[in-house]
């Protein structure tokens, strides 16, 4: 398994502080997670979601922005787990 | 260091707005999903507007009141969950919310280095910086460094506990009340705590008049 | 979420070891604290085993999971912060192993 993710001891530099009120997208993808991770719709666990975002490329794990990480987590696990078909989103490729 | 890791990363995309391809694949999933009667508009408009009430005065009401009444740090330590339903706070029955009281002899700060869980319950989403790659990485190795990058220090003779978030537990911490508040309000005393003080990257003080 | 017929097998203030185990797939036990000695603070309780709930599963039986601290000097053979600076980090039980006699320090 990848260890991407598992960030705790490697090196790294200072913390950008910078503040940023959520956009419109992040709230929209944050409510999508809620929910679809949540009791009523039950699509899949936050498991599934971490699991599949740990399978990323360092190229999308870092490239990508945390909520376009998520989406595109949901949007493939929607389609692993039979809800959509595959084909349906157009899904952004991380360059190789 | 204790791994190799030569690549250097990209700066972050979390202070920007989406790239259109996203913004389209967003559109075409809450399409599918409403299509599908999966989740309607409603659903996700409702769930927006719930997380946008849940923000860090929230849980300030929490440690307000800890401060002020016995009775409720108690439960608040035994049972966040409820202490938090009673200053109005909506809580799920999953995860586990945990107080974790920064006392004269030990300071907590939190962190989850696997992803980004955080007491979004009580707190609302997490900041940019606590999900940073930055932050994950080195709180665990250089606690004291990185407090010192947010202005704060913990004096040599005080422990200093770093909690990371990995399983089922979310945790909230109780900044140790500052000296002058005495005689203050719950609501006053509110007013003094920050976000960042109940991650533990902060410590309160009474502003100067 | 609790589960009688499953009693944890670790108690408060027993030291263990967290075994240090390739991963085959999602877990919850980071990297930084594989094969790390420390000390079991509180037994939390039971949940569902997130490696089986990555892959669809029902993630049951819950399984034991506790709180372990660890002397941050422990982990780290390089760490000069104060001696006393500590980690405590949430370990489900098959990850645990007992204390052997020292811990395998990295550095």
């Not at chain 1, 599934?48 to 922005?65: C, I, K, N, W």
């Not at chain 2, 202005?151 to 002058?180: H, I, M, N, W």
């Not at chain 2, 719950?186 to 960042?196: C, S, Y």
Request: hydrophobic share 35%; proline share 7%.
């Amino acid at each position: 398994m990848s260890r991407t993710h598992d960030l705790g001891g490697l090196p790294a530099g200072k913390i950008d502080q910078t503040e940023h009120e959520p956009t419109f997208f992040d709230k929209r993808v944050d409510a999508l997670y809620a929910l679809l991770t949540g009791p009523k719709a039950n699509a899949f666990t936050m498991d599934e979601v971490r699991r599949t975002v740990e399978s990323f490329s360092e190229a999308d794990y870092f490239g990508l922005s945390y909520y376009e990480r998520w989406l595109k987590a949901m949007s493939l696990l929607l389609i692993e787990k039979g809800y959509v078909e595959d084909g349906t989103f157009d899904i952004p490729q991380a360059k190789s | 260091m204790p791994h190799d890791h030569p690549h250097d990363h990209p700066v972050s995309r979390d202070h920007s707005e989406p790239r259109p391809a996203f913004a389209a694949l967003l559109d075409q999933v809450l399409k599918v999903l409403d299509d599908k009667d999966i989740l309607t508009t409603a659903q996700v408009t409702a769930q927006i507007e719930d997380m946008d009430g849940r923000t860090p005065t929230e849980g300030a009401k929490i440690i307000a009141r800890c401060w002020d009444d016995p009775d409720y740090l108690d439960l608040a330590r035994t049972d966040l969950q409820a202490a938090a339903g009673q200053v109005g706070i909506a809580m799920p029955a999953y995860p586990k919310f945990v107080l974790l009281d920064n006392t004269g002899d030990v300071h907590h700060v939190v962190v989850c280095t696997l992803c980004s869980c955080y007491p979004r319950p009580i707190l609302g989403p997490p900041p940019v910086w606590y999900k940073s790659r930055n932050y994950r990485a080195r709180v665990v190795v250089e606690p004291r460094d990185v407090l010192a990058e947010f202005g704060t220090t913990v004096p040599q003779d005080k422990k200093l506990q770093v909690v990371d978030s990995t399983a089922d537990c979310r945790y909230l911490v109780l900044p140790e009340r500052p000296a002058g508040s005495d005689g203050m309000t719950q609501e006053q005393l509110a007013g003094l705590v920050t976000r960042d003080s109940m991650i533990g990257v902060t410590r309160l003080n009474v502003p100067v008049t | 979420m609790q589960n009688p017929g499953c009693q944890p097998k670790f108690h408060v203030g027993q030291q263990v070891m967290i075994k240090d185990d390739a991963a085959l797939g999602h877990c919850r036990t980071p990297q930084y604290v594989r094969g790390a000695a420390g000390r079991i603070t509180s037994s939390i309780g039971h949940f569902r085993n997130p490696e089986d709930l990555a892959y669809g599963g029902s993630g049951l039986p819950a399984s034991p999971l506790y709180w372990v601290e660890i002397k941050l000097s422990d982990i780290w053979t390089s760490y000069s912060e104060d001696a006393t600076d500590s980690l405590l980090v949430e370990v489900f039980e098959h990850w645990l192993t007992h204390s052997p006699t020292h811990s395998d320090k990295r550095n």
